[in-house]
């Protein structure tokens, strides 16, 4: 079908596209890793610097505080995120008054931007806010909790939020996957008089698999990036408790404008992320080579 | 049995409704706050839910304080560019890599592949440094930027691309057809449900960022919504009212999208997982 068409016809339609992404994605990744290697600031002329970033990061006790505040928030977060949803998607699976709404209602944070999501959650979390009313009110805490003020609390508040906004968009993945289990499958385990309970347990979350995986990947991946929530609700406190690995990047190019260091911080980022994201190609590929 | 499944629709629907108290609760809680008056304590307990004297002078006062309008302008003008030229350039790009034979194809395709894997993190330093060595410190242009042409909106084209009939595009190009009119005529038409996806994705996309706009812009005249809403918490950080107001004002339009074209940001979830 292809015979005798010209070789510049597919340049074409490739040109305009491939050149942005090489200037917003391929050039700047060399360009980053390269600047891991100097001590550039924005000001001064760059130098290099050899392993120098590398080292200084090995020895810095804010990047390990932000790298373990970062693997903190994906076991805690990631796990929340492959779990709750199946439920959730489970109750908005089959007809329902309503459901449209529901569904709606439910996938709300994820339509909303990170930074009112975390506002709203800050005015939430406030000592005399809605959430310490209702914890006092209930008798569950006999004095407000501060959640964004106290060292040990307040990173998992921002979890929370961060596992709130990511709710409705797992619950969609995990509806797609249940609405491709043929029903017939169901049908005969009523038949045979399996309970519904067992249905689920048996049926259901086995034939999930391979959304589990995918949200596993993409959740650890979300969680690695985590910014907005820190930056609006805590600035990284208090005393760095809620530094996150791209927050302390963002500090260190943006606020202190050491962006070679910064760059080196990146780079320690995408590794993490890449061996991730190797995980979800090849979970990708192996369900497409199925279906 | 009939009445089995009543209970359960009965709980579920209670379960469900608990739930979306949890979703959408919050918001609720920020829209009572922003029309409470400045009379009224909004720290009081136990909490009043809803206003007592409802007024829209928070609103108001946002608006008089700061530039509210001109953010929600350039949140809606950088959405608008930033989603037309992600169709456009993710659909001129897709065609090829779809449907067309010629060398290099696979390679290309693997140097978008692995585009996709690298985080925005890593690249904003140098897309600062090039943004502003093209002077596009606080424009629109430079807002826009990273958002123009996307390796996932490539392959999400290109998938769409790859679903079309090739009997179609066959007699186009019999009868002679070029490729840049069979693009425009025959594919694009057929592929309209995938552009509205892939319109509404970015769209969220775009609306939502924080960290690129935070960093290429520093003058309020270019700041988009959430820089706004941003700046609103910290200038105002006493009075809730007042920010709440201007958080609720810029979830507004992002709401109203949503209402319209739910089903192609629910579609969009579901693609962008399946077919990433």
């Known amino acids: 079908m292809t015979a005798g068409q010209r070789p510049w016809v ?46 200084r990061l090995w020895a810095d006790p804010f990047f390990w505080g932000a790298l373990r505040n970062t693997l903190l928030y994906l076991a805690v977060v990631v796990p929340f995120l492959v779990v709750v949803p199946i439920f959730l998607a489970l109750l908005v699976n089959r007809a329902l008054p309503g459901l449209a709404f529901f569904r709606a209602a439910l996938y709300l944070p994820v339509i909303t931007s990170l930074v009112i999501s975390a506002l709203v959650w800050k005015w939430v979390y406030e000592e005399k806010g809605l959430l310490n009313h209702v914890l006092l009110a209930t008798g569950i805490t006999d004095q407000p909790v501060a959640f964004l003020t106290d060292p040990t609390n307040a990173l998992f508040s921002v979890m929370a939020v961060t596992a709130w906004s990511g709710l409705g968009y797992y ?29 689920t347990l048996h049926i259901t979350i086995p034939l999930l698999k ?74 990708l590929r192996s369900r497409g080579e199925r279906g | 049995m009939r009445r089995r499944q009543r209970i359960e629709t009965v709980l579920r629907m209670a379960a469900l409704t608990l739930l979306i108290g949890l979703t959408v609760g919050p918001f609720l809680w920020l829209l009572s706050t922003s029309l409470k008056g400045a009379g009224e304590n909004i720290y009081a307990f136990p909490p009043s839910l809803l206003p007592q004297q409802p007024t829209l002078g928070n609103y108001v006062k946002v608006f008089e304080s700061q530039p509210f309008g001109t953010y929600l302008r350039n949140s809606v003008v950088v959405a608008l560019i930033a989603v037309t030229a992600n169709l456009l350039l993710a ?59 996307t390796a996932f909106g490539i392959f999400f084209m290109r998938q769409a691309f790859l679903s079309v009939p090739r009997a179609l595009e066959e007699v186009a190009l019999i009868e002679g057809v070029g490729r840049p009119r069979i693009w425009w005529f025959v594919m ?9 996806t892939l319109a509404v994705f970015s769209f969220v996309a775009v609306w939502g960022d924080f960290l690129w706009p935070l960093i290429i812009t520093d003058d309020p005249a270019h700041f988009t919504l959430p820089l706004g809403v941003n700046r609103l918490a910290s200038t105002f950080s006493m009075d809730w009212r007042l920010v709440a107001a201007g958080a609720v004002f810029s979830i507004i339009p992002i709401l109203v999208v949503f209402t319209f074209s739910q089903r192609y940001f629910i579609e969009g979830a579901m693609k962008g997982a399946v077919k990433g």
Not at chain 1, 178 to 192: D, F, M, S
Not at chain 2, 188 to 196: D, G, K, M
């Open chain 2, 91 to 149: 659909s001129l790009a897709a065609y090829p890599l779809a449907r067309m034979d010629f060398r290099g194809r696979g390679f290309v395709f693997g140097v978008l592949l692995a585009t996709m894997m690298v985080p925005f993190q890593l690249l904003m330093i140098p897309v600062y440094e090039l943004a502003l060595a093209l002077g596009l410190h606080n424009t629109t242009l430079g807002l826009v930027l990273p958002h123009a042409c």
């Open chain 1, 171 to 199: 619950m969609v993945i995990y509806l797609a996957g249940l609405q491709a289990i043929p029903r017939h499958l169901y049908e005969v385990a009523e038949v045979e008089g399996v309970s519904r309970w067992q249905q």
């Open chain 1, 210 to 283: 391979p959304q589990v995986a995918l949200v596993a990947v993409m959740a650890s991946i979300g969680a690695m990036k985590v910014f907005e929530e820190v930056y609006v609700m805590t600035q990284g406190g208090p005393l760095d408790s809620t530094k996150t690995l791209v927050f302390q990047l963002y500090e260190s190019a943006f606020v202190d404008f050491e962006m070679g260091y910064a760059a080196a911080i990146g780079v320690v980022l995408f590794a993490i992320t890449l061996a991730l994201s190797l995980v979800n190609l090849r979970l």
């Open chain 2, 188 to 196: 694009l038409p057929l592929v309209r449900p995938s552009l509205a």
């Open chain 1, 10 to 55: 597919p340049v074409l339609f490739l040109v305009p596209g491939c050149i942005l992404i090489t200037l917003v994605v391929i050039y700047p990744a060399i360009k980053a890793l390269l600047l891991s290697f100097t001590d550039f600031n924005m000001i001064t002329p760059a130098k290099a610097v050899g392993l120098a970033n590398y080292v």
